[in-house]
């Protein structure tokens, strides 16, 4: 039976976060029961074409997810393992924000079958967090974590670096402060300028200045090393695990596998009568709703053509630091992996440094991950 991971998305926040280029909305009230009964049957209208599969991953993303009621995550995970198979030892992840309101949520969400959160630390210092415009201080954070850790098997948090005005020694010590606290697994993104966001306005005005390439490196390179030191790999550019927490959900994206999403702007890539199709969802949730209730979906599909395929798998499966299985490429790509890459370039990095390549595998190395949105353009055929 083939493996499906499923993604489950909560568009609903409290505030919008002035870095935050995602799907998300701020309501004054947030419609759940009518939200929920909508992704409840676009759920079950994808579960009856895309048919039996083994469901390895739930996640619950956004958005805030633990705005949600407890009580309306068990409903749509006891849906998702009762229309599809679920692996033996399925992994249930849910994102969190550490409010205190939020944290005390925990146990409901162990409950309803979570078995795996992921906490939107986003940083340690109450300074930063102002700045990130983040709802919750340090120490809420902090109890977050300790209370996460104390009610899950699995936990995760995110923190963001390269920010203002921030020095090398600022985020070892700050990073090693968030490792000392769970050794699971860690996000940990470079803060990045998106266009649409609060931030890209500021920035073009020259509120604020980013360290520079230099520096943002270095800050890199250190979070490498500090994983290090409490056991934790860096199995993906962003995503640091101890051995056997990396994100399994995550993991099926990387791989390029199938995946549905279902929810206001959720995406998916399923295989579907010897397609490859990417799914997609309309992003406003009221007229996603909309789409739900009138015809029991609130998106559309389009074939992924076997150039994009290879770009797509290409593009994911070199952010790893196992690289790209060849066998596995040709299967979902159509073509091998040799053909769909400019063989001068492909050369010109293995010959930097940048990339190897096996008899089983195309991987990049630590600094080719570095340089993968320069590198792929020219790359990929």
Same mark, same amino acid.
């Given at each position: 039976m083939d493996s499906l991971a499923l993604y489950i998305h909560w568009p609903f926040c409290l505030s919008k976060c002035p870095y935050c280029d995602f799907n998300s909305h701020v309501r004054a009230q947030i419609p759940q029961a009518r939200m929920v009964a909508a992704l409840r049957r676009e759920l079950a209208a994808e579960a009856r074409r895309i048919g039996p599969r083994q469901l390895t991953s739930i996640f619950f993303g956004g958005g805030t997810p633990s705005l949600l009621d407890p009580e309306h995550v068990a409903a749509l995970i006891n849906d998702a393992? $009762?229309?599809?198979?679920?692996?033996?030892?399925?992994?249930?992840?849910?994102e969190a924000n550490p409010t205190s309101v939020e944290a005390g949520r925990f146990a409901?969400? $162990?409950?309803?079958?979570?078995?795996r959160v992921s906490i939107g630390v986003q940083s340690l210092e109450d300074t930063a967090l102002k700045f990130l415009g983040r709802e919750h201080s340090a120490r809420q954070a902090t109890d977050a974590i300790e209370l996460g850790r104390r009610i899950f098997p699995n936990i995760s948090f995110d923190l963001i670096y390269a920010r203002p005005e921030q020095s090398l020694a600022q985020w070892r010590a700050e990073l090693r402060a968030a490792l000392a606290l769970a050794a699971d697994h860690l996000s940990l993104y470079q803060l990045t300028i998106e266009p649409g966001t609060k931030f890209h306005t500021l920035y073009g005005r020259g509120a604020f200045a980013l360290p520079g390439e230099d520096l943002a490196a270095a800050l890199y390179d250190a979070t490498g090393e500090?994983?290090? =030191?409490? &056991?934790?790999?860096?199995?993906?550019?962003?995503?640091?695990?101890?051995? &056997?927490?990396?994100? =399994?959900?995550?993991?099926?994206? #990387? =791989?390029?596998?199938?995946?549905?999403?279902?929810g206001p702007g959720a995406h998916g890539r399923l295989s579907l009568g010897g397609e490859l199709l990417a799914?997609? $969802?309309? $992003?406003?949730?009221?007229? #996603?709703?909309? =789409?739900?209730?009138?015809? &029991?979906? &609130?998106?559309?599909?389009e074939k992924v053509s076997q150039a994009d395929r290879a770009r797509e798998a290409l593009l994911m499966g070199l952010r790893l630091q196992e690289g790209i299985l060849l066998e596995r490429f040709a299967v979902r790509t159509g073509v091998a992996l040799a053909e769909a890459v400019e063989p001068e370039i492909l050369r010109a990095c293995i010959a930097e440094g940048y990339l190897r390549f096996t008899e089983t595998r195309l991987i990049a190395t630590a600094q080719g991950r570095l340089r993968l949105d320069a590198l792929l353009p020219a790359l990929a055929r």
């Open positions: 393992t $009762r229309l599809f198979s679920p692996a033996e030892g399925i992994e249930i992840t849910l409901g969400y $162990r409950d309803a079958g979570v078995n500090e994983a290090a =030191r409490f &056991g934790l790999a860096a199995y993906e550019i962003s995503n640091y695990a101890a051995p &056997g927490g990396e994100s =399994r959900h995550n993991l099926a994206y #990387w =791989r390029y596998q199938d995946y549905a999403g279902i799914t997609s $969802r309309h $992003r406003a949730p009221e007229a #996603w709703a909309e =789409r739900v209730e009138a015809c &029991g979906s &609130g998106g559309m599909d």
